[in-house]
């Protein structure tokens, strides 16, 4: 079977357990699979591409660190992306802190979305009501309707428990709603 | 209110609204690309070229099982066969024989029960036996 057929669980035994070609074909497809996902969520928290490429490779050489280069490893126990999501979300906080003291600026701002001149101007109001939410509401939103994450795989990626997030998200649609029926 | 129902309350519109925001950027990395399939090269060099994988439970049980019909299978045909061997004993001699198909030939000849085919058979049956090729 072809290997960008298989599930991330399959990859992820591939890279368990497989040969040396195998489990680096495997890793490799994840990469791609997940690629895109990485990099989109290291700019929810920062507009900088360059971050974004450092957070990228930072977030798949901790993955492969999961995998012993002789055999075992990781035990998934929910989707990818919930392990992903936290590790690609604070490598960027990092590497925005580390900036921010190389450079001494003070003008970041975290949890931002993407720059609002790279969004199509259809959905710039969107955009916009969205930068208006708390980082934490903000967040719970695009996780859940974005990446399509279900309640317990957001706990799992927040590191929360699933009745926190349930009233996180609560609380994120009463404001946007609220920001949609002001607009 | 319940919060469980809310996560299906925002309109279809907004949330493809929110998706093509998020997807609107695409970043090019073919340096980060390069640099992750090395990585994941040079981490699982250390195992072999090939893995021999442990046979799985369902084909060790499934061998057992075809080995143990497969015996059974040979001890009743070894009990068909003594018993026939027995039955065409037509001379009495408590071994089967050519002597029995001349024993059937006779019989035949003098009775007319068995058929020229039957005659055969045993005479096949026999040579078979004695391991020469019919």
Redesign the interface.
């Known amino acids: 079977m072809r290997l960008d057929k298989q599930s991330d669980l399959e990859l992820v035994e591939l ?1 368990n ?8 074909a495997a ?2 497809t994840l ?1 791609r699979r997940h ?2 996902y990485v ?2 969520v290291s ?2 928290f920062s507009s900088d ?1 360059e971050i ?2 450092d957070v ?2 930072e977030t ?2 901790y993955l ?2 999961k ?1 012993s ?3 075992e490893g990781l035990i998934l126990s929910a989707k990818l992306r919930s392990l992903l999501y936290p590790v690609a979300k604070n490598q960027t906080l990092s590497a925005i802190k580390r900036r921010r003291r190389d450079e001494s600026s003070t003008d970041f701002e975290p949890d931002r ?2 720059d609002p001149d ?3 101007p ?2 710039e109001n ?2 916009r009501m ?1 930068s208006h939410l708390s980082p934490r509401h903000r967040e719970v ?2 996780l ?3 990446d399509d994450m279900r ?1 317990n795989e957001i706990s799992e990626a927040l590191d929360i428990p699933t009745g926190t997030v ?2 996180r ?2 609380h994120a ?2 404001a ?1 709603r609220h920001r ?1 029926g002001s607009a | ?1 319940n ?2 129902t ?2 299906t ?2 309109p279809q519109e ?2 493809e ?11 090019m ?1 073919p ?3 390069r ?3 090395e ?3 040079a ?9 021999a994988r442990p046979p799985r439970r369902w084909a060790i049980t499934g061998t057992l099982a075809a080995s143990l019909m497969a015996g059974l299978l040979l001890v009743r045909m070894q009990g068909d066969v003594e018993q026939s061997l027995l039955a065409n004993d037509f001379d009495g001699s408590g071994a089967v024989d050519i002597l029995d198909a001349f024993a059937l030939a006779r019989m035949n000849s003098s009775l007319g029960d068995a058929t020229q085919n039957e005659i055969d058979a045993l005479i096949m049956q026999v040579v078979t036996l004695n391991g020469a090729a019919p």
């Open positions: 890279c357990d497989g040969s040396r070609r195998d489990a680096a890793f490799e990469y690629r895109d990099t989109r700019l929810r591409r974004a490429a990228l490779q798949f050489l492969l660190k995998f280069p002789t055999g979305l993407p790279t969004v199509n259809q959905h969107l955009a969205l939103i695009l859940r309707f974005v309640l349930k009233s998200l609560h649609l009463r946007l949609l | 209110m919060a469980e809310d996560t309350e925002l907004l949330v609204g929110l998706k093509r925001i998020d997807t609107s950027i695409a970043v990395t340096a980060v690309d640099r992750v399939r990585a994941a090269a981490h699982f060099a250390e195992r072999p070229q090939r893995v």
